[in-house]
């Protein structure tokens, strides 16, 4: 016999219960200024499954939770771009495809005369994710298990697979 068949899937009722707890914490915990972004967090459960989803408009909210790798912005190509310089000055650069995500040509340092590389020009940066979401999961199950009771945990088992066997053990007869 497999772990996976040792396991005992939870019950829809508990699973929905520990989902629509963790929408709540992770709008208190999920990042601010988002827009509709937290609001529009709905849950989701399944038998032995939770979690939660975003409408396909909001998807940038995954990308605050996973975080997002350096890319290329592509989408740029042919634009004018406004760029400010340090001490203020505002002037403007065309983006144009051949150097999109490309490196420039290697420079030398006006201030130390080394030979510096540069930086792929018009790269969006990585950012790292919040992990909102998986920490709300955990912290709904923690919150579940801690406030458990052992009439909750028959409960629960009594609506699984092995409710004959807790029955047994538990009132001495099997369920009807």
């Known amino acids: 016999?497999?772990?996976?068949?040792?396991?005992?899937?939870v019950p829809e009722f508990v699973t929905q219960q520990i989902s629509r707890r963790?929408?709540?914490?992770?709008?208190?915990?999920?990042?601010?200024?988002?827009?509709?972004?937290?609001?529009?967090?709905?849950?989701?459960?399944?038998?032995?499954?939770?979690?939660m989803q975003f409408p396909d408009n909001k998807d940038y909210m995954i990308d605050l939770d996973q975080g997002i790798k350096e890319h290329p912005m592509e989408n740029l190509a042919g634009?004018?771009?406004?760029?400010?310089?340090?001490?203020?000055?505002?002037?403007?650069?065309?983006?144009?495809?051949?150097?999109?995500?490309?490196?420039?040509v290697i420079n030398r340092s006006a201030k130390s005369g080394r030979i510096t590389d540069g930086k792929?020009?018009?790269?969006y940066p990585a950012k790292t994710g919040l992990n909102f979401i998986q920490r709300s999961l955990q912290m709904?199950?923690?919150?579940?298990?801690?406030?458990?009771?052992?009439?909750?945990?028959?409960?629960?088992?009594l609506h699984t697979r092995l409710k004959n066997d807790v029955s047994m053990v538990i009132y001495g007869r099997e369920l009807a």
């Open 140 to 157: 709904s199950v923690d919150e579940w298990s801690r406030n458990a009771r052992s009439t909750n945990i028959v409960e629960m088992l």
């Open 22 to 51: 963790a929408v709540e914490i992770a709008q208190i915990i999920g990042p601010r200024k988002t827009g509709e972004g937290l609001t529009s967090l709905t849950p989701y459960w399944d038998i032995g499954v939770i979690g």
């Open 1 to 9: 016999m497999s772990e996976l068949d040792k396991m005992v899937p």
């Open 120 to 123: 792929p020009e018009w790269m």
């Open 79 to 104: 634009k004018i771009i406004p760029v400010r310089s340090p001490g203020g000055t505002l002037y403007f650069r065309r983006a144009s495809a051949d150097t999109i995500g490309k490196v420039p």
